[in-house]
């Protein structure tokens, strides 16, 4: 036997193009989708008072024209349709600028054949371990799409869904739903709740000085604010679906399976 019998067969190891293409294509995908927007229409402006200007405006340029870029002609292309497809879109957008300052979570009533009711309540990651909140943080990110007025068109296939999930006797089917949005408006600390009251106020009344009064109410209001708690007392609440349910859709679904 000779050295060359104890040589692996590299050629089994590579790694086919059409995976290494996979790969680049999938990492242009995710990084394009998750750079952020710019509203710089011109992109390419250089100052050129002098040489600090100039590298400033440079840096800026390259960093506005590569979002511009991205923006116009990355992000807009086919690669928006494979991630929706595959469920890669994501967003880191909820650190910043402006994080999100509702905490919202859904409810609903599912009402039997027979008149019996069942209190449902929807993946909330607030009440979760943190190994289930690892595996079902998609709810919370569906939820999010789901609860706008603008996507209303989701909200019978959304409540359809909570139907089929609790639908355990055959001879006693959901017949509706009834789905009801809570949401809790988390106030700003009190120093900056109080200074955007304080220039609404200065807004509406123009050269005008604010009051000894007012001005003490408004102190109140932005400290009862910034204090308040989440419970579930200073959530609000909203029926924003009563569906009926589409009973031949259900069979159909229930006799699929849950991985029909």
Request: charged residues 20%; hydrophobic residues 35%; contains cysteine.
């Amino acid at each position: 036997m000779s050295v060359r019998d104890f040589q692996p067969d590299l050629s089994r190891e590579r790694v086919s193009i059409f995976v290494k293409i996979f790969v680049f294509f999938h990492i242009v995908a995710i990084t394009s989708w998750t750079l952020p927007h710019t509203t710089v229409t011109r992109p390419l402006d250089i100052d050129k008072r002098n040489v600090g200007t100039v590298l400033h405006s440079v840096g800026n340029s390259i960093s506005n024209g590569t979002l511009y870029f991205n923006q116009k002609y990355v992000a807009t292309s086919p690669v928006k349709f494979y991630l929706y497809f595959t469920g890669f879109w994501q967003y880191w957008d909820m650190f910043s600028p402006n994080p999100a300052s509702i905490d919202f979570y859904c409810t609903a009533v599912i009402t039997y054949k027979d008149g019996t009711t069942l209190d449902y309540a929807y993946p909330r990651m607030y009440s979760m371990g943190i190994p289930k909140k690892y595996v079902s943080e998609r709810y919370r990110k569906f939820y999010e799409r789901v609860n706008p007025d603008d996507d209303k068109n989701v909200w019978p296939y959304f409540a359809q869904r909570i139907a089929l999930i609790n639908f355990t006797n055959l001879n006693n089917p959901p017949v509706q739903v009834k789905v009801t949005r809570h949401w809790f408006e988390i106030a700003p600390p009190e120093g900056e709740g109080y200074a955007k009251m304080v220039a609404d106020w200065e807004q509406a009344h123009p050269n005008m000085k604010i009051d000894p009064v007012t001005d003490e109410a408004y102190h109140k209001e932005a400290h009862e604010n910034a204090v308040r708690p989440a419970t579930n007392e200073n959530y609000k609440h909203y029926d924003f679906v009563t569906f009926q349910v589409d009973q031949m859709k259900l069979m159909h679904d229930k006799n699929l399976g849950p991985l029909g």
